[in-house]
């Protein structure tokens, strides 16, 4: 789908369900308001059919942009003017209810004047809505969509399959572990078809690792085939091309071309029945092509294979059900072999690189992010350049429009296109709002699913919040390899994201041809050019120059600012000049305390306000009329409380304090909040304390209890723990209590918190005498643990392994066991994480921890020798990650890590081990051949 026809549904599909609210709505019953909102509605919907109808063209063509453009702006221009107009009746009729703003609506409409401006912006929306139809329809754009554009075009996929071996780097490592996984026998009962499924993002070199593989094994098999399926496939004639390429007897193609898919599937299980086969199904996009063409192959038992690839997880999982089957995540190449092919393409040995073009060739190689293609592309663009520094920085400088115009980057900008291409339109409006983010930021999740939100981009469906289809939408391009996973929680889910630079060129190309988001000061990127108003506005950098060009933009119809560098503040248009901002978001910009936050009460949209990180003392006091605030986030601020009428913004559900932060009393009027962090609770008044217990819809709370054991403290905890106890039948999933120094005794005797409380954290000195049994076994609601114990004893972990959803378990003990712990095969039946921070010497027995996948542990050697270091590692049968701390050194130590390390070598999964911070390899051949290969072991399922 082109990208331009994307954008201007996301701007259409919000403004859409706003107006069929204001029709449901308390303004669709004025009969005058309700006219006019149906008649916008009525044009719109018929123009967002037209737009969802260009969506199927490969090509939309000059005129159809041109339109589309058009309608994009007046779409912006319209929900701005429905926002100022609720606006200025919702303020009229707050004070006197539904019955005075019924009788004064009509008499406002009436009213509306040039003092306003919103009756002739109306008028004028009205004008321009007739303009944009006429405008369809003397393009006859009806027609254009109904012939869908297209031309021949070289499929870059081509030349993976035909990449002479001496020419490949970084890829023997892979190859040959997967050769061997590949070529592992069974027994006779279980010989039956395993898959190969390799998957990531586009560029790394799938297909050409899937290829290799192939050429190595293929002389094991009796028959092979190698077909690519793509985003459109045609299943019948995947299927004859694995026919025409594996042997068929004489006469079996007869009448092949009027075989439907049915025919051909069967005439290929047939061909096969009795085969040893191997076939590679290259680029696949959805689960259901590969149910349907796994159909086609029988499960002999021969021991045939087949290899998958894919850029999507889901899909690499759907090929392979079977714990036979195996997942191969493709990862970036290391800097060493980056730098390997980067200078042979260009010089054709790495030692003829000259001494001026390494530093920028560093820079180039950075910006390549170990991506093969991207590599290849721009090593390839290099070597048909003058070998001179200047022309190299140029050529950095300018990646992304070459990647727009230069025919030698083609081929990469339509593979990494591809992906980009394939979304739907939510999630591809949700992609370009990346590029307001700079190069190489580690992107929060959180921070990014409430701008989403604020923005519009997000509504509720199927019965999920706008919080869950945000969070969804950002698996999912984690899933579809559009965004790098970073911070990678106890659960498997991702923190965080990352874009790649590559695709992150690409996003900002689309984002400046929809005119989605404008980039100041993001290298090469320039926002003078831009058509229209500036809609999105991300200051990443800010000079004098600079800001003279943006003093003389229009800002009035900025929907969101994001501000990432300190250095912009003190050139910093003033928010006089912005008028709808939806985000205002300065996270990390010290100095802030300096610019004029004058006039922020009336930007009255904003739903999203950040200051995280910056170094303001005190939030503005205008802060308190900004109603429709959605999330306000100061974490580590020096802000201590918060202005006078704070517990009106009764909209608001995120707030994230500084970490001393006090609670104003009527705290509880604030029903709609989600989350509450940063408050110290024994410095907060009482009444707020325990007007916590009135927040329905509280589902992450952390606080900070200080000034230990006087009286005022202990009744503060009890009015805290009072508190949790109200919202026990409500959404409480996350609590952290958080003390430096003190007791925190009172926790002992505490009943049962909220059973619906899924993770417990507790920063503090403080240590248990025992399991509370408040927590074990009481929450079996809870996947997260985090606290400290006395003593450690195997009769407290019996206890916790009583927890029946617990993920992830950490411990902390004061008094050191001198024997040797054992866990016993029963309890823990979900635990993933297990990480004891103090000096247990654990031993696992059979059937212990079914799924425990990573383990930290500390332990003294001189305990542990009395036990010959033995762990019981080949008990965990899912264990991937080992990690190992002595707490004493010396010449035992080593005798102690060899030890390990060689129970882990033998473990099925050939779980990675790191002892005291660094990798371990069982013996020095295998450090030396991962020196080489720059490759970590391969692990299953």
């Not at 009962?189 to 790394?204: A, E, H, K, M, N």
């Not at 606080?703 to 919202?727: I, N």
């Not at 409500?730 to 409380?757: A, D, H, M, T, V």
Request: net charge neutral; charged share 25%.
């Amino acid at each position: 789908m082109a990208p331009v026809v994307s954008a201007a549904l996301g701007v259409l599909g919000p403004l859409l369900v706003k107006l069929a609210d204001l029709v449901a709505g308390k303004f669709g019953r004025v009969r005058g308001v309700r006219r006019e909102i149906m008649s916008l509605q009525s044009e719109l919907t018929s123009m967002h059919a037209a737009l969802q109808e260009y969506t199927m063209l490969d090509d939309p063509g000059v005129q159809v942009k041109a339109w589309i453009s058009l309608l994009r702006e007046l779409a912006y221009d319209t929900e701005d003017c429905i926002d100022k107009f609720i606006r200025r009746v919702s303020n009229r009729g707050r004070r006197g209810g539904f019955k005075k703003l019924f009788h004064d609506t009509t008499r406002f409409l009436k009213m509306l004047d040039s003092r306003c401006g919103i009756a002739k912006q109306i008028h004028k929306l009205k004008a321009r809505i007739k303009h944009v139809k006429e405008l369809k329809d003397s393009y006859k754009l009806s027609e254009t969509s109904c012939s869908k554009t297209g031309h021949e075009s070289v499929d870059p996929r081509l030349c993976a399959l035909f990449a002479e071996e001496a020419h490949l780097v970084g890829v023997e490592g892979p190859r040959d572990d997967l050769v061997k996984w590949m070529l592992k026998e069974e027994n006779s009962s279980t010989r039956q078809p395993r898959v190969l499924s390799i998957v990531g993002f586009g560029g790394l070199g799938k297909t050409t690792l899937a290829n290799e593989v192939y050429r190595k094994v293929q002389r094991h098999f009796d028959c092979w085939a190698f077909v690519s399926v793509s985003q459109k496939p045609i299943i019948r004639k995947i299927i004859k091309d694995v026919i025409y390429k594996v042997p068929f007897p004489d006469g079996f193609t007869k009448d092949i071309e009027i075989w439907d898919e049915t025919a051909a599937i069967s005439k290929l299980r047939e061909l096969l029945q009795d085969k040893r086969y191997i076939v590679i199904i290259d680029d696949i996009w959805c689960t259901q092509a590969w149910n349907t063409i796994k159909c086609a192959f029988p499960e002999n038992n021969r021991s045939s294979r087949i290899i998958t690839t894919t850029r999507i997880m889901d899909v690499a999982r759907s090929c392979c059900p079977c714990g036979d089957d195996h997942v191969y995540e493709m990862a970036a190449l290391s800097d060493l072999h980056s730098k390997s092919l980067f200078l042979k393409r260009i010089f054709g040995s790495e030692d003829n690189c000259p001494d001026m073009l390494k530093e920028v060739s560093n820079k180039i190689l950075k910006k390549c992010g170990g991506l093969p293609l991207a590599i290849i592309s721009i090593s390839s663009l290099l070597a048909n350049s003058p070998a001179v520094k200047e022309e190299w920085e140029k050529i950095k400088r300018s990646i992304g429009s070459a990647l727009e115009k230069d025919r030698s980057l083609e081929g990469m900008s339509n593979i990494l296109s591809l992906s980009y291409n394939y979304l739907p339109p939510d999630l591809k409006t949700c992609l370009l709002y990346l590029s307001v983010f700079p190069e190489d930021r580690v992107i929060d999740r959180k921070r990014l699913v409430r701008r989403w939100i604020a923005e519009g981009f997000i509504s509720e469906e199927r019965g999920q919040s706008r919080q869950e289809v945000a969070e969804r939408y950002f698996y999912e391009l984690i899933n579809k390899s559009m965004v790098q996973p970073e911070d990678i929680s106890y659960d498997g889910k991702a923190r965080a994201c990352r874009v790649h630079d590559m695709m992150l060129e690409i996003i900002i190309s689309k984002s400046n041809e929809n005119n989605f988001v404008i980039v100041v000061g993001g290298g090469e990127t320039s926002f003078a050019n831009h058509q229209g108003f500036i809609r999105r506005l991300s200051v990443q950098h800010l000079d004098h120059e600079l800001a003279h060009l943006l003093a003389q933009e229009d800002l009035s119809h900025v929907r969101s600012l994001t501000v990432t560098s300190s250095t912009c503040i003190k050139h910093l248009p003033s928010l006089a000049k912005f008028e709808v901002p939806r985000v205002l978001d300065f996270q990390g910009c010290r100095g802030l305390e300096e610019y004029d936050m004058n006039g922020i009460g009336k930007l009255f949209q904003l739903k999203y306000l950040n200051f995280r990180g910056t170094s303001i003392s005190k939030l503005p006091s205008e802060i308190m009329m900004l109603h429709d605030l959605e999330t306000l986030d100061f974490g580590y601020t020096q802000v201590g409380e918060f202005p006078t009428g704070f517990v009106q913004l009764t909209k608001l559900q995120h707030l994230i304090a500084g970490g001393w932060t006090t609670m104003r009393n009527k705290v509880g009027n604030m029903r709609n909040l989600r989350e509450i962090s940063g408050f110290s609770i024994t410095r907060s008044p009482a009444d707020a304390v325990e007007d916590l217990g009135n927040l329905p819809s509280l589902v992450e709370i952390a606080v900070h209890l200080d000034d230990g054991g006087s009286d005022e403290f202990r009744r503060h905890a009890e009015m805290l723990h009072s508190s949790l106890c109200k919202l026990g039948s409500c959404k409480l999933r996350s609590l952290w209590i958080s003390r430096y120094c003190g007791s925190l005794e009172f926790l002992e005797s505490w009943n049962p918190l909220p059973y619906s409380l899924q993770e417990f954290y507790m920063f503090s000195d403080y240590y248990f005498t025992e399991v509370p049994k408040w927590i074990a076994p009481a929450l079996t609601s809870l996947s997260y643990l985090d606290i400290n114990l006395a003593e450690l004893t195997e009769e407290g972990l019996h206890t916790l392994g009583e927890l029946p959803a617990l993920l992830c378990l950490k411990l902390c003990w004061k008094t050191n066991p001198e024997e040797r712990l054992t866990v016993q095969g029963t309890g823990f039946p979900s635990l993933i994480k297990l990480v004891l921070s103090d000096r247990a010497y654990i031993t696992f027995v059979k059937g212990a921890m079914p799924k425990l996948q990573n383990l930290k542990l500390s332990f003294a050697v001189s305990v542990a020798k009395g036990y010959g270091f033995y762990l019981g590692i080949e008990h965990l049968t899912c264990l991937k990650k080992v990690r190992v701390l002595f707490v004493t050194k010396g010449s035992e130590s080593k005798v102690a890590a060899a030890a390990i390390s060689k129970e882990a070598g033998a473990h099925t999964n050939r779980p990675i081990v790191t002892i005291n911070g660094r990798p371990y390899e069982e013996a020095a051949n295998n450090e030396e051949k991962n020196k080489v290969n720059g490759d970590t072991p391969i692990q299953g399922n």
